[in-house]
């Protein structure tokens, strides 16, 4: 006869609360993350107004910190003005308000995309900035575009070659990279516009007047890309696959430009970045030899008459202009490197 079942036989009850509980006592999940490519634009928005807000800072204190009294410069050396007159300036321009109280009033102004006004010449500075920019951006671009030719042609022709074009070429560079860019275009304009008659002197009617100018900010450029894209080549070179891509039957001009030339353009486009927004301080003196408007004469006639917002407002346009340089170049990256779309 079996014996009859005890508790320890019994079926353990399944506690039917124990699901609920452990969902419970799980953390409650967050809010959803934002796609990555969101991320990554609003971290560059973030930085571009970063470097804006800096620029504009340094521009404020600079004003602030050079001496003399800015009404004096609004009414010229020469003035007779009376106190009253002069008071009424000083409120008009918001001169008599705390500094900080003036620097958020600049703030503001800047954010609502106003520069202020000329002290001289009694003009927005917005537009005195708009209408000398379009001379200086096309030199700009011509001298560039000159410059990564002139780099690119001399790069591939003579690296990983020993002969005479190469130590032509690379004393050339030495000679270009350390000449003044004023000295230089003054001896492009004594030989090929006063002896030889070949480019007009001055103006910016037709391209010829932008030839001797492009060059002159040109040269110095190109003996430095040429020079590290010419590194980055032999470098590229003495790579594995360049003896694969001449098994296949390439050429050398073919492997230096469809596989070398691409492992060695990451340093050219940086560098040329980087040299892209140095052109709007190198167009200061050659506007001036060549008898150009633009942006640098602009600039040099401000800084002459301490003509200020005028200044203020081509230090934003030039920190505008890194930012910009520096955003296209990353997205130059990565059509040039695939590998940097991964991950």
């Not at 009376?82 to 703030?107: C, K, M, N, T, W």
């Not at 860019?181 to 030989?191: A, Q």
Request: no cysteine; net charge positive; charged share 15%.
């Amino acid at each position: 006869m079996s014996s009859p079942p005890t508790m320890a036989d019994a079926p353990t009850p399944v506690d039917a609360s124990a699901p609920a509980e452990a969902a419970a006592s799980a953390d409650p999940p967050g809010p959803p993350r934002p796609p990555r490519l969101l991320r990554a634009i609003g971290a560059r928005l973030v930085a571009v107004a970063s470097v804006l807000l800096g620029a504009a800072t340094l521009a404020f204190v600079g004003l602030k910190l050079l001496p003399g009294d800015p009404v004096a410069t609004l009414l010229g050396p020469q003035t007779t003005a009376s106190p009253a007159v002069r008071a009424q300036i000083r409120a008009d321009y918001g001169f008599d308000e705390p500094v900080l109280g003036q620097y958020l009033h600049y703030l503001g102004e800047l954010l609502h995309g106003r520069l202020g006004e000329s002290y001289q010449l009694q003009q927005p500075v917005s537009a005195l900035i708009g209408e000398q920019f379009q001379p200086t951006l096309e030199l700009a671009s011509a001298a560039l575009g000159l410059a990564v030719v002139i780099a690119v042609v001399s790069a591939i022709t003579t690296a990983g070659r020993r002969s005479g074009l190469r130590s032509a070429l690379s004393a050339w560079e030495l000679v270009a990279v350390s000449t003044p860019s004023f000295w230089l275009g003054i001896v492009l304009l004594t030989v090929f516009s006063f002896r030889l008659q070949w480019f007009p002197v001055a103006g910016t009617e037709g391209v010829q007047t932008l030839v001797l100018p492009a060059v002159t900010l040109a040269l110095p450029i190109a003996g430095v890309l040429a020079q590290v894209l010419r590194e980055g080549l032999e470098t590229a070179l003495a790579e594995p696959f360049v003896v694969t891509a001449r098994a296949r039957g390439l050429s050398r001009i073919a492997v230096r430009v469809r596989h070398a030339f691409r492992h060695a353009a990451i340093a050219l486009l940086t560098l040329s970045g980087w040299l892209t927004g140095t052109l709007l301080g190198g167009t200061v003196l050659v506007e001036k030899v060549f008898a150009r408007p633009g942006i640098g004469a602009l600039t040099l006639q401000s800084v002459n008459t301490k003509d200020m917002p005028v200044v203020m407002g081509v230090v934003l346009l030039a920190a505008l202009v890194f930012v910009v340089i520096s955003q296209v170049t990353d997205l130059l990256y990565l059509v040039i490197d695939p590998r940097l779309r991964k991950g």
